[in-house]
């Protein structure tokens, strides 16, 4: 996977991208999916910013690490979260899905 950086308009100034992923955890996340499920929901959350990337003073560095969030205070900026969010299903899931239909 191409680690394309993107921004939020939450948090401009910070550059993030998509880390590695193991084509597993793809495939898993594939069935996994399931929105009306409040766990399978919060698990999948959990993984994205588990799985995102920021670059803080030049080091990139996963958003949530066990329960470290970077940057300091992100986890507290509802709007900064469901960005990060939105652009993981969009840019990440969706193709996964469309991809899997063909």
Do not use: C
Not at 24 to 30: D, E, P
Not at 48 to 54: G, T
Not at 66 to 81: C, H, R, S, W
Request: proline share 4%; net charge negative.
């Amino acid at each position: 996977m191409i680690q394309k950086e993107f921004t939020i308009k939450a948090l401009p100034t910070f550059k993030f991208r998509v880390g590695k992923i193991l084509p597993t955890q793809m495939l898993a996340l594939n069935t996994f999916v399931d929105f009306k499920n409040f766990e399978k929901t919060e698990y999948i959350f959990n993984f994205i910013l588990e799985h995102v990337e920021v670059n803080v003073a030049g080091q990139w560095t996963q958003v949530k690490e066990q329960d470290t969030y970077m940057p300091v205070g992100i986890e507290d900026n509802f709007k900064a979260l469901e960005q990060i969010e939105y652009y993981f299903l969009q840019e990440v899931l969706m193709p996964l899905f469309t991809e899997s239909k063909e």
